[in-house]
């Protein structure tokens, strides 16, 4: 399984949404494991929740797990306000690989 590591910054709004979620699902294939890492983003509105609703139904359907990684305090306050904290994968920091 192939790990891709992605971080956003900044706003994730009406304006990135769409772009950041171009960026998000290129370049992955089946079976991968995408880590979005959220850590920097500052603002998040509706369109930056659906866009992570968005890209999650996308990777499910193409068998790619979708982790979120490091969310900020606007971000988990709105995952959890919108009660999405129980739909997605979150961890405060990347988990370290199992030993083989």
């Given amino acids: 399984m ?3 590591r992605l971080q956003l910054t900044g706003d994730l709004d ?6 950041e979620f171009q960026r998000l699902i ?10 979005l890492d959220l850590g920097a ?5 509706s369109s930056g929740i659906s866009m992570l609703i968005r890209a999650k139904k996308h990777f499910d359907g193409v ?6 990684v490091n969310p900020s305090p606007p971000v988990s306050r709105l995952l ?3 009660g999405l904290t ?10 370290e690989p199992s030993g083989a």
């Fill in 80 to 82: 959890m306000l919108t």
């Fill in 26 to 35: 290129e370049g992955t294939q089946a079976g991968d494991r995408v880590e």
């Fill in 86 to 95: 129980d739909t997605f994968a979150i961890h405060d920091e990347t988990p």
């Fill in 63 to 68: 068998g790619t797990e979708l982790v979120l």
């Fill in 2 to 4: 192939r790990t891709l």
């Fill in 14 to 19: 009406v304006v990135a949404a769409p772009a």
């Fill in 41 to 45: 983003v500052k603002f998040i509105d």
